[in-house]
């Protein structure tokens, strides 16, 4: 149980364009997820709280209008780079809170390479 | 604010040593405690947990006790595996929203 799926796995696009990534929560609802990037040999940087039904909440230093977060439904947030740069590509990764309240499941992560 | 440190790596063992991977942690309240692990090209799998203290998470043979008198959570394993192989990340959770903390990770390399 407990699975959180992610996609695209990679993604390489232009400069210039949009990427959309999904983060499913498989088999439990999760009204709150999160997204991470996390550079080469490093720890992971929340970028924003996403809530069903609700605005997100984005962390401090995060570009809101160029991280697009959608959380349409109980076991599905999106995040959608705008106008991606090539300082945008990292390892994006997303987890859903458990019904515990308590204990995060990662997705495993989507590479986004902008060229 | 919440933090948390990590013994930095990588650590290098040889196949069935003893792995202490080192965690302390600054925090207001009462945290629940988190080893998570990452294979590479991955996202990150939870190992383990622990809610209060004197709680022991384990799982696959780590194990890490919730040690409140010396703000620590420890993971070790016994005899570890080449498979075991990966970076090790601990986090707590205590923040309003349930955001997790984590540390820097620290990555194991195992040779047979």
């Known amino acids: 149980g407990a699975v959180v799926s992610q996609h695209p796995s990679w993604v390489i696009c232009k400069s210039g364009t949009s990427v959309k990534i999904e983060c499913r929560s498989l088999?439990?609802?999760?009204?709150?997820m999160f997204w991470y990037r996390q550079f080469p040999k490093q720890s992971l940087m929340l970028m924003a709280t996403?809530?069903?039904?609700?605005?997100?909440?984005?962390e401090q230093g995060v570009e809101k209008d160029k991280f697009l977060i959608n959380h349409a439904s109980l076991t599905l947030s999106t995040l959608t780079v705008t106008s991606a740069h090539p300082e945008d590509s990292s390892f994006y990764i997303c987890?859903?809170?458990?019904?515990?309240?308590?204990?995060?499941?990662f997705g495993p992560g989507t590479r986004l390479t902008v060229l | 604010g919440n933090s948390v440190t990590q013994m930095e790596g990588p650590v290098t063992l040889s196949e069935e040593a003893f792995l202490t991977i080192n965690c302390t942690y600054t925090?207001?309240?009462?945290?629940?405690l988190f080893w998570y692990v990452q294979y590479p090209g991955e996202g990150l799998q939870l190992l383990l947990k622990?809610?209060?203290?004197?709680d022991k998470g384990s799982n696959k043979g780590f194990e890490a006790t919730y040690r409140k008198e010396t703000t620590s959570f420890h993971l070790e394993k016994g005899s570890v595996q080449v498979s075991d192989s990966a970076v090790y990340f601990c986090?707590?959770?205590?923040?309003?929203?349930?955001?997790?903390?984590f540390g820097g990770g620290t990555r194991l390399m195992v040779k047979p």
């Open positions: 987890s859903a809170l458990a019904g515990d309240g308590d204990t995060q499941y």
């Open positions: 088999d439990f609802q999760a009204t709150t």
């Open positions: 996403s809530n069903e039904g609700s605005k997100a909440t984005y």
């Open positions: 925090a207001t309240g009462y945290p629940s």
């Open positions: 622990a809610t209060k203290a004197d």
């Open positions: 986090a707590l959770s205590g923040s309003a929203g349930n955001m997790l903390t």
